[in-house]
């Protein structure tokens, strides 16, 4: 498996929620990668996958392919382990 990365805003009223899966999977033990979108870093990252609504999660392999992405939703905990397990 790749990494989950997870791009928010701190206004963002769905970001907390986003941050809260995340947090679950990383004690899960997959990797885990947290954009903070008023930064600098963050921004670039956040161009490079052209991401332009928080919270925006995407899904990796192990050769940076996208396997999947939610941006401006969250998705269930549930829908994210059967991507990742499929």
Same mark, same amino acid.
């Given at each position: ?15 907390? *929620?986003?941050?809260?899966? @995340? ?5 899960? @033990? ?5 954009? $903070? ?6 921004? *670039? ?15 990796? $392999? ?5 396997? *999947?992405?939610?941006? @401006? ?8 382990? @059967?991507?990742?397990?499929?």
């Amino acid at each position: 498996m790749g990494s989950i990365k997870i791009f928010t805003k701190n206004e963002c009223p769905k970001c907390p *929620a986003a941050k809260e899966i @995340g947090g679950i999977l990383q004690q899960e @033990g997959l990797e885990v990668l947290y954009y $903070d979108m008023e930064t600098p870093h963050g921004l *670039a990252e956040a161009a490079f996958y052209s991401v332009l609504s928080t919270p925006t999660i995407i899904i990796e $392999d192990e050769h940076e392919r996208i396997l *999947a992405g939610w941006r @401006g939703s969250v998705p269930t905990l549930q829908e994210i382990q @059967g991507l990742i397990r499929a």
